[in-house]
């Protein structure tokens, strides 16, 4: 049987050396894993401004939240070919190269007075997302391994949700002036393109490439390894986006009303899945081990909302849920990347990055049908903890066989 190598990569697309190490490449890469997140929290404060510019338009009020939607839908299609892209032509320069892009992309509606303009100006922010997520993904699997890899996933996963929070607040601030404002913040890509460029670029020496592949044989992507987590990712994506979105729903059945504390409950549950973040790199037993725990976790908090009679019980229920989570994100992409060799890793981490996008997507879409089926959010949740359960027990008994 022959040897599986590598195939031959550019120049500049080498394994990055372990001797590039150092908290500003750390840094670089948790902002560069943010900026996908930056689209989806920033502009929500400026809806109804924006709204009310174009109210004349045709299709505005379907138009306008798409602005906001749509480049998760497109990071979710076109992850893929992205990664396949990451192991073609390198990590680090479809990363600077994306980023300076997310920039242009990402300010253009400030100049832009058409809201189909705009709204294909959003799509293609939602192209480069795509090539952002992954590179970066991909490169924390190349530099880091082991327990080293679980702690930067983890942080990944914790960054990603601070910035989320901190972004809202940035976007209702300058919202105040005007709806235009806050498109100002893509510009943020100009100045971290040359940091990367500069940081990020060091490879390997040549003497420590990969070994060629021989002519005439070509490896296969191995499709079947990641086929299970990239499907029960999707699953995990639901759970993952469930309390953040249905959250202001969930208070507002109990008659909660004000924005002030709908906000705070969010706040506080954001808070939970930060510390389960924390805490994925301090237990024992590996990714796979404690994934059925993870998923009963989140479990037991849907279970607890769908229970609630008050909106305490409610955030108590939240924070429960989003514990699990914060562990549950870097758990499935940990799982993923050891699957994958240096090679592949670019696709594999693609795939696995639009299967996750793709449930944030559908997540709303799917409950909204289980609230139809059962009458109320809280019921739509329960049915979704009831789910979790049945994964995480599956998951118990496929590990003990």
């Known amino acids: 049987m022959p040897r599986s190598v590598s195939p031959p990569a550019p120049a500049d697309s080498l394994r990055p050396s372990t001797e590039n190490a150092g908290p500003v490449r750390a840094v670089l890469l948790m902002a560069g894993s943010c900026l996908p997140v930056l689209g989806a929290v920033l502009l929500a404060p400026v809806l109804p401004k924006m709204q009310e510019h174009f109210a004349d338009v045709p299709g505005a009020k379907t138009l306008v939240p798409v602005v906001l939607t749509v480049p998760a839908l497109a990071l979710a299609l076109l992850a893929p070919f992205a990664g396949v892209i990451v192991d073609r032509l390198g990590r680090v320069r479809l990363l600077v190269w994306a980023t300076v892009l997310y920039a242009l992309l990402g300010t253009a509606p400030l100049w832009l007075d058409s809201l189909g303009a705009i709204v294909i100006s959003r799509v293609l922010v939602g192209i480069v997302e795509a090539a952002i997520m992954t590179c970066c993904t991909t490169l924390i699997g190349d530099y880091y391994n082991g327990r080293t890899r679980e702690r930067y996933l983890a942080l990944q996963t914790m960054c990603a949700s601070i910035s989320a929070t901190a972004f809202f607040v940035v976007g209702g601030a300058l919202g105040s002036a005007g709806w235009r404002a806050p498109f100002w913040i893509y510009a943020v890509g100009l100045l971290l ?172 879409l799917v409950v909204i049908g289980l609230e139809s089926a059962t009458g109320s959010v809280a019921h739509a949740v329960g049915l979704l903890g009831l789910a979790s359960a049945l994964v995480a027990g599956g998951l118990l008994v496929g590990r003990r066989r």
């Open 193 to 364: 393109a040359p940091a990367m460029a500069l940081t990020l670029s060091k490879s390997r020496p040549a003497d420590a490439a990969e070994t060629e592949e021989p002519a005439g044989e070509k490896r296969p992507f191995p499709v079947r390894l990641l086929a299970g987590i990239c499907a029960l990712t999707v699953f995990g994506a639901m759970v993952f986006y469930t309390v953040p979105v249905e959250m202001s729903y969930l208070l507002d059945d109990l008659g909660v009303k004000s924005t002030g504390v709908i906000g705070l409950a969010t706040a506080v549950a954001s808070a939970a899945t930060v510390v389960g973040s924390l805490t994925f790199t301090r237990l024992s037993g590996g990714p796979a081990g404690r994934l059925p725990l993870v998923f009963a976790l989140c479990a037991a908090g849907f279970v607890v909302i769908a229970l609630a009679n008050s909106p305490v019980i409610v955030i108590v229920g939240a924070v429960l849920n989003c514990l699990g989570t914060g562990m549950l994100l870097p758990s499935l992409l940990t799982i993923a990347m050891s699957r994958l060799s240096y090679a592949d890793r670019g696709r594999g981490t693609g795939l696995w990055t639009a299967a996750f996008f793709a449930g944030e997507f559908i997540c709303p």
